[in-house]
């Protein structure tokens, strides 16, 4: 564990990690990028240019929420009295082997060992920081296009040459193109399902790429929303191969994302390179509210699985509606999100238009400019969404 005694940030660009920067093709302009960009600062580089931020929007209280991902609902009642209980001991920076606990529960869960487990707040500073490890300015970064672009904004902030490939007629990640692309990439980044699409890639996809990309680059898989799918997840890659990361977060299923706890399944010598740069004082210093309810909720399995199917029957209802009135939405989203083309109108007009009817939807992206991305919410917010469309569609 951290050393408790002296919790203060380790001075983020070392002597060593100089070295390691300048050897991989940084220049000293970088340095201060890098360590804004894991020095605490990275959320910065995602806010830099605010429409790549997950919430484009600021939300706006009162509304009906479904532009940001969220869940509609808070942590699971097991989970939010955990979070509650532990609240009495917070004098303490750990009260009893509580990461270890999370760990064990996770291993019990997804079957990997637990010197493979890491876990972070959130997922955005693992995203971020295997740009930073694995790419580099003679390293490139490989996504899909649209995706989630949180690793544009990182590339571009460590002048690392971004590939941005759209994705197969059915909206999988199209890893035989992605290669091509850029053969010699240092990581290339899979978000199943993706963000905004909601859509899968096979596993087996993910094996072929695994396969044959050059044996030093990294492959992430980003499954923040594969609770939401219920489907075969990549977990099992992270423990038999020592070149694929995957990353979890609690923001989504688990109605934690104001909590913040996230997960990473990888070979340990990955993270000992991912770590160079701040010392351990981001994964070793986890808010134990946020621990003691990921570690309740986890093993939750009829839970998890009633709220995927609360989730699946309201973006049933809203998708259903929305094609009956002639909109076309994308097919195939196994997530809590589905992506909707207005007849006439921009996805701007309608965010303006539905927002004055009290609900606050998400925006588009510039692969699918015509599109704006829903997030699922309860039954009742799809209600009030549904009502809301007709009004401004039909007068
Ligand atoms: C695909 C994807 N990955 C990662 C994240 C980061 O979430 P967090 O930092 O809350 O774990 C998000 C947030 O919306 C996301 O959509």
Known sequence: MADYENPVLDRPVSDDMQRDLLSRGYSRRHFG??????????????????????????AVVG?????????????????????????QQGNRYEPDNNHAKLFEAVNQVEGVPIDRITAWPGSSDPLSRTAVTFASPERGIVTADPTYEVLWRTG???????????????????????????????????????????????????????????KDAIILVD?????????????????????????RTFS?????????????????ELLERMMRYDGMQVINMLPMTAVAAGTASL?????????????????????????????????????NMFMVEWKDRTPK??????????VQIGRSWTAYPKMSRVSVGSAEDMEKFCLAVDKVMLG
């Open 33 to 58: 990028r890098i360590a804004t960009l894991l020095g605490g600062g990275v959320a910065l580089a995602q806010t830099i240019t605010p429409a790549f931020a997950q919430q484009s929007a600021k």
């Open 156 to 214: 571009d902030w460590i002048g690392a040459k971004v590939t941005k490939v759209p994705l197969t007629a059915d909206y999988r990640h199209d890893v035989k193109a992605m290669l091509a692309a850029d053969p010699q990439a240092g990581l290339y980044y899979i978000c199943s399902p993706n963000n905004p699409t909601g859509t899968l890639t096979p596993i087996e996809d993910i094996i072929w790429l695994a396969e044959n990309k050059p």
């Open 349 to 358: 007009e309608m965010m303006a238009a539905l927002l004055a009817e009290g």
């Open 299 to 335: 093993t939750l399995a009829a839970q998890i699985e009633a709220r995927r199917n609360e989730m699946i029957a309201a973006r049933t209802m809203a998708t259903d509606h929305l094609k009956k009135r002639g909109l076309s939405v994308l097919p195939g989203s196994r997530a």
């Open 63 to 87: 509304a009906v929420r479904i532009g940001s991902n969220e869940c509609w609902t808070g942590p699971f009642p097991a989970g939010a009295e955990a979070a509650m209980l532990i609240v």
């Open 252 to 268: 989504k299923l688990f109605g934690m994302a104001g909590m913040r706890l996230g997960l990473t399944f990888c070979a340990p």
């Open 223 to 247: 499954e923040a929303y594969i609770h939401f799918a219920g489907a075969p997840n990549a977990a099992r890659l992270a423990v038999e191969r020592d070149d694929v990361i995957v990353m």
